[in-house]
């Protein structure tokens, strides 16, 4: 495992998301700067959505742990229905929360999930989310026939500035790397910082999309949907 020797990253999710990835990176020995640039919420009037897109469905896909806690919040797993995460954390805390967790994408994405669940002849999806959850699943199975239901179960709302507060500048801070977990992220991340030629290292392609959309460039994309796909995609570059 390589070090990140005292390199100086500044990560961009909820406080309570990035406290964890702090840990992780500390021990990697980086010099972590959190600033919480996104908010989520969970939106209360989506159980009896839920509960009426469950009913006579195949599998419900839970893509992050926000999605595993708004989902518990808000309904009850049907028998007969299986999860299907995205990655380990999601899975993990599927389990524990959910009482199962039936299928983990190898790759950590979408679009493997995808290819995974159409392996298995899933017929009758739904994603339970974010708001503004990417298309992946829903454009890679609805063409072989599936039926894919997307729920928002949550919101993320980028940060905004504080009052009496001034925008900071990503330069003065010495930075060598950003994470970006989300497009939500960047938003919240402009609002409140000047950015410069800091490196900015996305976790996906949505997130990459919205970095070129902005005008900014992608300095490495995350090949898997999570912090060691971070950085090992920030680790290429130095």
Not at 8 to 31: K, P
Not at 183 to 199: F, I, K, Y
Request: charged share 20%; glycine share 6%.
């Amino acid at each position: 495992m390589k070090s990140l020797d005292n390199k100086r990253i500044l990560i961009t999710r909820t406080t309570a998301d990035n406290a964890v990835w702090a840990v992780q990176l500390r021990e990697r020995g980086a010099v972590v700067i959190e600033r919480a640039c996104i908010e989520r919420r969970v939106i209360e009037s989506a159980g009896p959505e839920l509960e009426q897109a469950l009913n006579g469905a195949a599998w419900l896909v839970l893509p992050s742990p926000t999605a595993v806690h708004s989902f518990r919040k808000l309904s009850s797993l049907p028998s007969g229905v299986r999860i299907a995460c995205t990655g380990p954390s999601s899975a993990q805390l599927a389990e524990q929360e959910l009482g199962r967790c039936d299928l983990i994408s190898a790759a950590g994405t979408m679009t493997s999930l995808a290819q995974e669940l159409g392996d298995l002849g899933a017929t009758t999806i739904v994603i339970a989310g974010a708001e503004e959850t990417t298309m992946d699943l829903q454009f890679a199975l609805r063409p072989k026939g599936f039926t894919v239901r997307h729920v928002p179960t949550y919101r993320t709302q980028p940060a905004t500035l504080a009052k009496n507060t001034t925008v900071t500048s990503a330069e003065a801070q010495n930075l060598d790397a950003i994470f970006l977990a989300s497009p939500s992220a960047l938003v919240g991340l402009r609002n409140v910082m000047e950015l410069s030629n800091t490196p900015l290292i996305t976790i996906g392609p949505t997130t990459s999309a919205a970095v070129t959309s902005a005008g900014l460039e992608v300095a490495a994309e995350a090949q898997t949907r999570d912090l060691d796909g971070l950085i090992d995609a920030f680790l290429c570059i130095q």
